[in-house]
């Protein structure tokens, strides 16, 4: 059995609340000793990319549990590059393969999986092909029913299905960037979006508002055992 914790969108420097959040969730995640195989990140570490917010991040991420990260639109990889660590990210476990990629476009809100960002994948994939694999990136590749993020979500997703297509060990694809717990479908595989660590987005069916800052940071718990991913959405408060 593998366990993960999928945390997302912490945005240092989003709200004066935004270091005091990423911590609290932190903290909870560390209280779990050996019950957790690996932390994962999915983008928007910082809200601005600027130096001393990544600084922050570093410092807030440090984990004894195995943690990668990607970045998101709000990021700057060369910024997230020099503090927090490459922008393609892989974790090989005993019983799964992690890889994490990088889905931001420079000056843009919305994602798209460049070239070099797909041969890494399939590097990275073609390693293991008998190991279960997970692949993670910021933007989703669906709509959620979330206007404001659906017209931001990854570009030419039919890029990332070729992937999937290619490797059929991959069990899902985790995402980010919607501030939201979402569990849906992409290309015969699941889809889970983490919940959001700043902020919670809310749908146009339960408010004309696009974002709550009072609900609490919340993550993600993905247990994979004998072939199954079953995932619990799980807010943390003080």
């Known amino acids: 059995m593998q366990v993960f ?8 420097g989003g709200s004066d609340q935004s270091v005091d959040r990423a911590g609290l969730v932190m903290r909870h995640l560390l209280s779990f000793p050996g019950r957790l195989d690996a932390i994962l990140v999915t983008g ?20 004894p549990i195995p943690l990668i990260v990607c970045p998101g639109n709000h990021d700057a990889v060369p910024e997230f590059e ?3 660590g490459p922008a393609n990210q892989v974790l090989r476990l005993d019983g799964a393969t992690i890889a994490l990629a990088d889905s931001s476009i420079p000056g843009r809100d919305d994602g798209y999986l460049a070239d070099k960002t797909i041969a890494w994948l399939d590097e990275v994939l073609s390693e293991r092909p008998d190991v279960p694999a997970f692949v993670g990136m910021h933007h989703p590749a669906v709509a959620l029913g979330a206007p404001y993020v659906d017209d931001i979500r990854l570009q030419e997703p039919e ?7 290619r490797h059929p060990h991959i069990v899902a694809v985790l995402a980010g960037h919607a501030h939201t717990g979402v569990a849906t479908t992409f290309a015969g595989r699941p889809l889970i979006v983490a919940p959001g660590v700043l902020s919670t987005l809310l749908t146009p069916t339960e408010s004309d508002a696009l ?9 993600a ?7 199954r991913l079953v995932t619990h959405f799980r807010p943390v408060t003080p």
Do not use: N, Q, W
């Not at 914790?5 to 240092?12: R, Y």
């Not at 928007?44 to 984990?63: G, M, N």
């Not at 718990?221 to 072939?227: A, N, P, R, Y």
């Open 221 to 227: 718990l993905h247990i994979f055992d004998e072939g």
């Open 5 to 12: 914790a999928h945390i997302s969108d912490v945005h240092i």
């Open 82 to 84: 020099k503090i927090i």
């Open 44 to 63: 928007d570490i910082a809200d601005h990319a600027l130096v001393e917010e990544y600084e922050t991040a570093r410092d807030l991420l440090r984990s």
């Open 211 to 219: 974002v709550d800052y009072d609900l609490p940071p919340a993550y």
């Open 159 to 165: 890029r990332l299905a070729a992937l999937l297509d």
